[in-house]
């Protein structure tokens, strides 16, 4: 399709028919002694609009080749509409104009079916082809067609889905730009955003699967650490503590980072045992409360910090009400009262108030009022704003009057009140510059005025806070972590029998003994080893000429706990043990004699953990309970297994047996069990918290019967010299469970959105062996070759955690 192009010396050509124009206006303003008035307005009239016209085309150009196609289409509309369709004199410059508006439509038609908006792009052709201006332009007709073949133009597009879909190239790129950057939780929010706008975006949900992987790598390696720091706690417990006469005294405390404490903090601390006041003025009291407050400082670390700053405003020297303040006398004894009390008591006994500042208390007269402006937040309600319970006219709106006049903002409803307003109907007052906003985002409310008046928010606060409902979320942590290891090394010796002398000295390995037996099968064959040569021995047979028979290995040389033994024998059987596997031999042959070596060694580190994290929402106040358990049912009690006379087949059918039989059951909760009794304080600050977590697994069980046997049978014919061999008529088992329980019971206070430690174990059991032969074990360095050595260790550490959040009925924390 060809477009039109504009040359270059197009400008140039319009002069000159403008010109004309011009020229043609002056033959017939030659002649204006014949016209009337009318005719010369317009002639006028015509010769501006021709003007306009011009410097709109030359506009339209500008916009066109700056690719503005809707401004240079308004621009050709409006140069068409100025120049009249049938004057011969403008006739060139109206067709020039439906030129170029022809082919700006196109553009801007292009343009907007690229960008979705067909239903724009269709009105913007049906203003080209229309009767007035051109019905047969060839390029509009062929764009008409693309928009209308569905083929071409998807007629699912929008506009509103092209800007979706440039929104989330742009939230994809910020998501990959957070990811690369290591912000893994705002990266997976930005593709959540994504998904918000385009559900089935898949590069959005691969990213939320790279995020979740480098989330899952960092938590894999904080979980290596945290397993690292518990068990190196239980390392740490085998240090000796330094005595305390040799401890290093260094600072600590309870201020800040920067060493420093906020005065409504000392205040609450600070207790002064006895304060005894007889007959003194407030400069008196005030120097008696800075020297208690600077003996009694435990917070601050720097002397030269302690104490809390004191200042008297009640006026001049010379003014009435300062000299009474000043010269009234009065009496205190109080006895383990905080620092804050005792201030409480001073302003009531001279009828003063006890102003609280960031760095000061200063005691100003009774109802004044100071004219700085403080700003403080406040936590209140969702609906402080529209929450009509604390009204000072006696609460509730009037009754709704579908009949009342509307009011100005269009509604039959009351108009809401702004958090100044609220304020003040509850009789705050509001003087110059003080003002007061409220956050529905945060539930906060944001108040500037002065210290007087911020009294009196707090108590319209408190007396909110008192009433809105609280609940309690108590998140507990049971963290369990074991590590089993165990080293070993030793050696094995044989050594067959052989002449030193001809048939009369020999030499060779001694006997088991009391030490631990080894057979045929922990040694390498083909080598024979017994006492006659020659002789083969079964893979079972115990071996002679043991050199090293008295050294531990294996299960020979590591106990192991009791219990676990008892378990993992449930049918009360001699338990077998075994030496360690052998790791590398050396054999010697020789012309009488054969020697063999087996080095054993082992090296094992087993670990087990285990993470329970219940959690429980309750009101404060209100007892709750969280179980996440299994019903274990287990017997208790068995009746006696039912033997008959004789046990056996004969002739006549099989003899029964019945076995031991359980009668009586019990059931056992196996799992989480967690019970909490928080309470909130006034403020919501701190939670007095019972708190009993439970946590119950089933180990196994434990076998207390014993196999039954008969007195046997015939073996080996029924003769004479048959042998009788016992047969087991029940295995006659009674079982009963073993359970392993981590428990804590306890009552403590916890602020708010802290994590706190509640209570652990740490234990770790070690079991060392060194034996050797003795004379060559002794021998320096190749004495090893006669020594086995082996460690044994359990460490078990174990944490309980709380955490302790206070939110509202909603589910916002009251102190974000």
Not at 390 to 403: H, K, S
Not at 528 to 537: D, E, H, K, L, Y
Request: proline share 6%; glycine share 10%; net charge negative.
């Amino acid at each position: 399709m060809a477009f039109l192009r504009i040359p270059t010396e197009r400008p140039v050509r319009w002069i000159f028919g403008f010109a004309g124009i011009l020229c043609t206006l002056g033959d017939v303003s030659g002649q204006e002694s014949n016209m009337s008035d009318l005719a010369r307005a317009e002639v006028s009239r015509r010769g501006q609009a021709a003007m306009e016209a011009q410097q709109l085309l030359i506009n339209g150009d500008k916009a066109y080749e700056a690719g503005r196609y809707a401004d240079a289409v308004e621009a050709y509309r409006g140069a068409i509409d100025l120049l009249p369709e049938n004057a011969p004199a403008v006739a060139a410059q109206r067709e020039a104009a439906l030129q170029r508006f022809s082919q700006a439509s196109v553009e801007r038609a292009r343009k907007l079916r690229r960008l979705g908006d067909l239903e724009g792009a269709q009105q913007v052709i049906d203003g080209v082809l229309d009767e007035k201006v051109s019905p047969d332009d060839p390029a509009a007709l062929a764009m008409e067609q693309q928009l209308l073949d569905p083929i071409r133009t998807n007629p699912a597009s929008s506009l509103e889905h092209t800007g979706n879909i440039e929104e989330v190239r742009l939230l994809l790129y910020k998501a990959d730009g957070a990811y690369e950057l290591g912000k893994f939780d705002e990266a997976r929010a930005v593709y959540q955003d994504v998904l918000r706008v385009d559900p089935y975006n898949s590069a959005a949900r691969r990213g939320m699967e790279r995020t979740d992987a480098a989330r899952s790598s960092y938590h894999r390696a904080a979980y290596d650490q945290t397993r690292s720091e518990m068990l190196a706690e239980v390392d740490r417990q085998w240090e000796l503590p330094v005595p305390p006469e040799m401890a290093l005294r260094g600072g600590g405390g309870l201020a800040g980072a920067g060493g420093v404490v906020d005065y409504a903090d000392k205040l609450e601390s600070i207790t002064v045992p006895v304060a005894i006041l007889e007959d003194v003025t407030l400069p008196e009291a005030v120097d008696f409360l800075r020297q208690q407050s600077i003996e009694n400082d435990k917070l601050e670390l720097d002397p030269l910090e302690r104490g809390v700053n004191f200042v008297i405003d009640v006026g001049g020297v010379d003014s009435e009400t300062g000299k009474a303040l000043r010269e009234r006398t009065f009496s205190l004894n109080l006895r383990g009262a905080t620092l804050g009390q005792l201030v409480d008591y001073v302003a009531e006994s001279t009828r003063t108030q006890a102003i609280r500042q960031p760095f000061a208390v200063t005691f100003r007269p009774l109802g004044a009022d100071s004219e700085q402006l403080v700003s403080r937040t406040y936590r209140v309600p969702p609906d402080f704003l529209t929450n009509s319970a604390f009204d000072d006219d006696g609460g509730g709106q009037a009754d709704f009057d579908p009949f009342a006049p509307k009011q100005e903002d269009g509604g039959l409803m009351g108009k809401r009140l702004t958090a100044e307003e609220k304020l003040k109907k509850l009789g705050v007052p509001f003087p110059d510059g003080a003002t007061a906003a409220f956050y529905a985002g945060t539930s906060t409310l944001q108040v500037r005025n002065t210290p007087l008046n911020h009294s009196l928010v707090e108590q319209i606060v408190d007396t909110i806070a008192s009433e809105e409902p609280t609940s309690v979320v108590v998140e507990v942590t049971i963290l369990r972590t074991q590590q089993d290891t165990l080293e070993e090394l030793g050696f094995d010796w044989i050594l067959s029998p052989f002449g030193l002398s001809a048939n009369s000295v020999f030499l060779g390995g001694g006997t088991i003994g009391s030490g631990s037996a080894r057979t045929a099968s922990d040694f390498i064959s083909p080598v024979n080893f017994t006492a006659i040569p020659g002789v083969p021995i079964a893979a079972g047979q115990n071996v002679e000429n043991i050199m090293t028979g008295g050294l531990r290995s294996g299960d020979f040389g590591s106990g192991g706990n009791s219990i676990d033994s008892i378990l993992n024998n449930p049918t009360r059987q001699t338990q077998s043990s075994s030496v360690a596997p052998g790791i590398l031999s050396f054999t010697g042959l020789f012309t009488d004699g054969q020697v063999q070596m087996i080095v054993r060694g082992l090296d094992q580190k087993k670990g087990s953990d285990v993470v329970a994290v219940p959690s429980v929402t309750t009101r404060s106040g209100q007892q709750s309970s969280i179980e996440i358990i299994r019903e274990f049912i287990y017997p208790t009690e068995y009746e006696p297994p039912e033997l008959p006379n004789s046990v056996g087949t004969n002739s006549e059918g099989i003899f029964p047996v019945t076995p031991a039989t359980p009668t009586a059951f019990d059931m056992r909760k196996v799992g989480v069990i967690l019970e909490v009794l928080p309470t909130a304080s006034k403020d919501k600050r701190f939670v007095d918290i019972n708190l009993k977590p439970n946590l119950t697994d089933f180990d196994g069980f434990i076998n207390y019967g014993s196999p039954i046997r008969s007195g046997g049978a015939i073996a080996g014919g029924a003769g004479f010299f048959g042998q009788v061999e016992p047969q087991v008529v029940t295995n006659n088992e009674i079982l009963m469970p073993v359970f392993s329980k981590m428990a804590t019971e306890t009552a403590l206070t916890v602020a708010d959105g802290t994590t706190m430690v509640i209570g652990g174990l740490l234990e770790e059991r070690t079991e060392n062996y060194e034996d050797k032969v003795p004379i060559l074990g002794d021998i320096p360095v190749l004495g090893r070759l006669f020594q086995s050595k082996g460690t044994s260790s359990v460490s078990k550490a174990v944490i309980f955690l709380v955490k302790v959040r206070v939110v509202d009925a909603a589910g916002r924390p009251f102190n974000p």
